[in-house]
DNA sequence: CCACTTACATACGTGGCGTATGTCTATGAG
DNA sequence: CTCATAGACATACGCCACGTATGTAAGTGG
């Protein structure tokens, strides 16, 4: 064993993080006792405030964790559609579905926001943004959409998109309700399509 | 004096939403502290348990009022306008608007949804939808706007505008970021209307 | 006029957060 | 090899806020 040791601190930074998003993406960030979640990873708030500083910066990283897994997901499947408007309406429906997830809604549109102020904020930390911002550049470059200010496009349509998948999430029929969300977020898209 | 009794009742229900309200509204929900606010009103948290429950008793009362004088701003803002689609927009804008000032921002958009969950899903509570949607539903009998499902259209609307809200409020240079803002939101309805 | 309810205040217990302090293990210099 | 130091984590403590249980005074109905 050559470096036991970062490598223990890494994995007892990796348990932090599983169990505090266990935690934050269940109960929700208020109601998640760090002395619990923390025990049940095999250790104790001391740990957590070494490495983390304080509730707050658990939270952070546990964000950035999902954010890049979300971002790459993203990535992902505008890269799979076979024309790039598609692949960005795909992008987008994704989103939504995404935000569906009981543990991502909680933690990154409602506790995160909450807590840490606008979580897409952060410097650039929200590769979702820039996600979104790099697939409509490319589309008005190829003069496909509309000529719209591409990161107040890409700020307009995420908020749709969050707002739609908590109006499904919350509602008494979620698949009937989700099919009328992505329909109407289909049409709003269309409108931003330059008509042949 | 006939009726005292309910005008005392009244009178004290109105100090604690008040007050829970300006608290809510500077410090945040979960940094202000009952005893606090409600002595700052000549109370004790006892006249706030008997009235409302609990913090989050409070909360909903708070924010019943501040959404009931936000539909009156917006139901008079789309009257004044001189035919309905300049209405809906004006509308429209006026939300991004009305959410940045800080006290919506916070208690509506922030700690509100953090709280209780989506606010705009407690049975029709949230005033904003409704008339968003009335505008919406009448837009379309003009045959002024795409076919499009009106709840979804309002509520995808009403995402755009809160998050676009947040993105100024947080932003650097809120005077040019709310035009950057304000002109996509522009484009993004106009997609929505019936061209000629 | 009296029993009862209602509107609040006071008192208390619990639990969570943050900090200050302690301990143990790994590393690096001599 | 060993000893001093720093870093990783645990333990211990105090504070504050919430919720509840209880008390009290004032108003109301019979």
Known sequence: M???????????????????RQAFGTVGYADASMDDFTAGAGLTRG????HFGDKK??????????????????????????N???????ECVAYIEMALEPEIQRIMFRDGPAVLGDV?????????????????????????????????????ING????????????????ETSRRAVKGFRTLLEGLCVRG
């Open 47 to 50: 740990a957590l405030y070494h």
């Open 120 to 156: 897409s904020q952060w410097q650039t930390t929200s590769g979702c943004i820039a996600a979104l911002s790099r697939s409509i550049e490319q589309l008005k470059a190829d003069g496909v959409m509309a000529d719209i200010d591409t990161e107040a496009a890409a700020r307009l």
């Open 160 to 175: 749709a998109s969050s707002h739609a998948a908590l109006w499904i999430a919350k509602s008494d029929a979620p698949e």
């Open 84 to 90: 790039r408007w598609q692949g960005f309406v795909a």
């Open 2 to 20: 050559r470096k036991p040791r970062e490598e223990m601190i890494a994995e007892t930074k990796a348990k932090l993080i599983a169990a505090g």
């Open 57 to 82: 910066g658990l939270l952070q990283a546990v964000i950035r964790e999902i954010d890049a897994e979300m971002t790459a997901r993203l990535n992902r499947i505008s890269a799979e559609a076979p």
